[in-house]
């Protein structure tokens, strides 16, 4: 099967324009005079929003563009960081097809033996026949639609998790740590087995969590939430949006892509870019567990937000065992963003 199969059946609708839209991306308006950042009025804040979070850890952090002044809740905390890694793997690739050791129309073919959990354009295709994908289109898919096969098939086209934080390390970003496989972290956050093909339909992977004791799922759940692997500090997320941004990590071409992915992303729009103006622009990559027992080990989202004056600024919010209800996680992240946009200036 082909993209154009998966085209036709409506997966990935808009997917190729919006490629196209990213090398004809207009620059964002230039703004007068040094930025400023309220550090203060961020931190006094902030307070009433982590308390809002808890029992949950709530981090946030927010640099300018333009003056470099950057304010953290926590500096030495990570969190865990779910498909927000997807953002890194995408920049990590687009490096490696700057240097011409891939090219961005180059086939992928999945097997059976590709597929992985969690919502996918590339699962709802599946057959049982082998699909065949542009390199391009997978990191489109794993950047906008978060989808997982994608991502590892990304992933291990380019050497794995250990060349993404290579990549990373490489580039002076030393607490941002991607470490396994979808397949690999999705089942172990849960207290699952090793994943199984059979699981990419829903029913038979509900049945297989449901078969998990709640003492395993919690005693798994508390485990995923300190171990150091697949986390990111708030710095960390800071400096790679950052520098993202100002084009010091791939090439021009690249970083427009890059930029137009994490735009036109359908999703988190009740996070990060609810807490915006309307006219305000967000190039940004979510991130989200599944809720086990009542707690959502991680709801988060990174962005960089260009305001209609010109202001760039990056924002990083990572919320760790949070007991709410989705819009309530949601809205504290939105409230966050409401609240750096209020303190740029």
Sequence with gaps: MSFRDLDRRGALAGLSAALLASCRAAAPPAARGPARLDTGKLAAGFAPLAARARPGAFGFGVS?????????????????????????????????????????????TLTEQDLAPGASAIVDAWTGRPITLPLVDLVALAVQKSDNVAADAVMKR????????????????????????ETE??????????????WIDKKAWNAALDAVPAEARETATVRYLSDPRDTATLPAALQFLTRLADGDLVSAASTRLLLRLMTDTP???????????ADANLAHKTGTSYTVL???????????????NGRRFAMAAFL????GAETDRDGLIADAARLAESCVS
């Design 64 to 108: 300018l563009m333009d003056g470099g002044t950057a304010w953290v809740s926590d500096a030495g905390a990570r969190f865990p960081l779910q498909s927000v890694f997807k953002a890194f793997l995408a920049a990590a690739t687009l490096a490696a097809v700057d240097a011409g050791q891939f090219k961005l129309a180059e086939p992928v």
């Design 158 to 181: 380019i050497g794995g998790p250990a060349a993404v934080t290579a990549w990373l390390r490489g580039k002076g970003i030393a607490d941002i740590s991607v470490d396994r496989y």
């Design 185 to 198: 972290l999705q089942p172990e956050a849960l207290g699952m087995g090793p994943f199984q093909p059979a």
């Design 267 to 277: 999703t988190g729009l009740h996070r990060l870019r609810a807490g915006l103006p």
């Design 294 to 308: 009542g707690i959502t080990a991680a709801t988060n989202d990174i962005g960089i937000a260009t305001l209609a």
């Design 320 to 323: 760790a065992g949070s007991t």
